[in-house]
């Protein structure tokens, strides 16, 4: 068991333990927060992963960024404890088989991926496998130079929506 | 191993610059403001940081009944674990000087540096943000949620008055932004960042202030409109935290700004003058002489014993950083904190003279001064970056 073994295990169920309590808290700031615990566990398997930038970033944007709006607008709101119905019937007969055949899926598809075999291999290794920001940005510029751009207009038009509904009319 | 030792002696050195820090502040504008500042516990209030920890620690840790535990709880350490954790990533000296093959002056040497300082800066906020909703009292969320709006309008700035740096330096790795600053235009004035990047410099200042929430924009601690912001309820050493969280903060954004615009560890003079070896001993040793002479005119009874022990480290510390071997070693990190104490001095400066912004009008400046201001910063940078390429086709 090397410690990359042990630290990948370690996230991943903290991971998971997010992903549960984001679901199963009864504030929504708890929830927020839980999800916050997601993002940065996933931080920490890009690492693992040898994807530096990704790891970066995902912390930045999603931890730093969009989950603190998320907990300021939760805070702005005052929102209080949530209140729940009773689950419907569907998606207790047909939801929860749904979902674990869905992780079943996964779990075969991890089987044979990549990213399986990496784990499979040893974590830590990260000769192949790891990215410079540098080699990173060499392919986002160049190769994948229209998309990032189609991209980058899509989120202006977005920007610019929210501004425009945003605007009092006056 | 030699990590782990060395995070040891980073912590220490840390906690007790923050202490000292906050008698550096109270001293700095108690002249400004024609005051004493702490003067009785210790010669010139020197053990008073001692006696505030002491006092935080034995006062009594309070709760609010009606406050969210668990978040009120890890509220505070969750401020100062990134705050010191930041700290971490900041080199201190040149990687050229090891010991057992590993460089001294540095914890970790993170090829994406920056990117993980911005990264573990930007969560910082979640501190005073739970921290203000946790407490479940009226002045403690509206201190949260100006924070949490401040941080994140002022961040956008910090961010990007880097880049200009970036495009020039071409590396997210501190030592190579550091080492990429070596040399001289006209043969002594130093390359530093600061010089092409003079815009983006005072704009990363400017952010880098809100960010910390300090005069003159603290307004999530206003005292005369929210008692004491989002720490109100925290008492104890819970409150302690979120004050060292603060100066931690500070200290790290002063290291930022002298890493990016004023080349780290590298010496102001060119390295063909020799006499600047002798600058850190040789100031030691005046500093000494000053204290001696105050021990002796000025102190009475315990002061004058505590002065004396002051004194003989000054002169004993002046006389280590004189002998040869040690007085190249210590270039690097003399360096280093001299920047670093000239941006903690600006920032007391700043606190001692300027009032705070209104709400509106620190939004406004945000958003419609610093942003633009940045923005147009590194648009000209990449410009000026790419007319060479557009020349040789």
Known sequence: MSVPFIVFFACAFLAVLGAVLLIFSWEPIHSALSLVLVMMSLAVLYLLLGAEFIAAVQIIVYAGAIMVLFVFVIMLLNAGTEERTDASKLAKLAGVPMGFFLLLLIARWLWTSVVGTTIANGLGARSNAGVSTRELSMVLFQQYLFPFEATSILILVALLGAWILARKND | ?393
């Open chain 2, 1 to 393: 191993m030699v990590s782990l030792v060395k995070i040891a002696v980073l912590l220490f050195v840390v906690m007790t610059a923050l202490a000292y820090l906050t008698w550096f502040e109270r001293k700095v504008v108690a002249r400004i403001q024609s005051r004493w500042g702490p003067y009785y516990v210790g010669a010139h209030g020197l053990l008073q940081p001692l006696a505030d920890g002491v006092k935080f620690l034995f006062k009594e840790d309070m709760t609010p009944p009606t406050a969210d535990k668990f978040t009120y709880t890890i509220a505070p350490f969750l401020a100062l674990m990134l705050a010191l954790t930041a700290i971490a990533l900041i080199p201190f000296g040149s990687p050229a000087i090891q010991v057992l093959g590993q460089p001294v002056f540095m914890v970790s040497n993170l090829d994406i540096g920056l990117l993980f300082l911005f990264a573990i800066t930007s969560i910082g906020v979640y501190g005073v943000a739970l921290a203000g909703w946790s407490s479940n009292s009226k002045y403690p969320l509206l201190g949260g949620l100006r924070s949490s709006a401040q941080m994140i309008s002022y961040e956008v700035s910090l961010t990007l008055s880097v880049v200009g740096v970036l495009l020039i330096a071409g590396t997210l790795n501190f030592n190579s932004i550091i080492s990429g600053q070596s040399g001289y235009y006209f043969h002594f004035i130093p390359r530093w960042h600061v010089i092409p990047q003079l815009v983006g410099f005072l704009c990363y200042i400017t952010a880098a202030i809100a960010e910390t929430n300090r005069i003159p924009f603290d307004l999530p601690e206003a005292e005369t409109e929210l008692v004491a912001g989002f720490h109100t309820e925290y008492s104890s050493f819970k409150f302690a935290m979120f004050f060292m969280a603060e100066y931690a903060n500070m200290i790290t954004v002063s290291c930022l700004a002298t890493i990016l615009f004023f080349g780290g560890w590298l010496s102001p003079f060119p390295d063909s003058w020799e006499w600047q070896l002798f600058i850190p001993g040789g100031g030691l040793v005046l500093l000494g002489m000053y204290c001696a002479w105050d021990t002796v005119v000025n102190m009475r009874g315990i002061a004058q014993l505590q002065f004396a022990v002051v004194t003989l480290l000054c002169l004993v510390g002046g006389a280590i950083c004189l002998m040869p071997g040690v007085r190249e070693v210590i270039q690097g990190p003399f360096w280093f904190t001299t920047k670093v104490i000239a941006f903690l001095f600006f920032y007391v400066w700043t606190r001692g003279t300027l009032p705070r912004f209104r709400y509106d009008q620190l939004m406004d400046f945000g958003w419609k001064l610093l942003l633009p201001v940045s923005l147009a910063n590194l648009v000209v940078t990449s410009f000026v970056m790419i007319v060479p390429y557009l020349r040789h086709g």
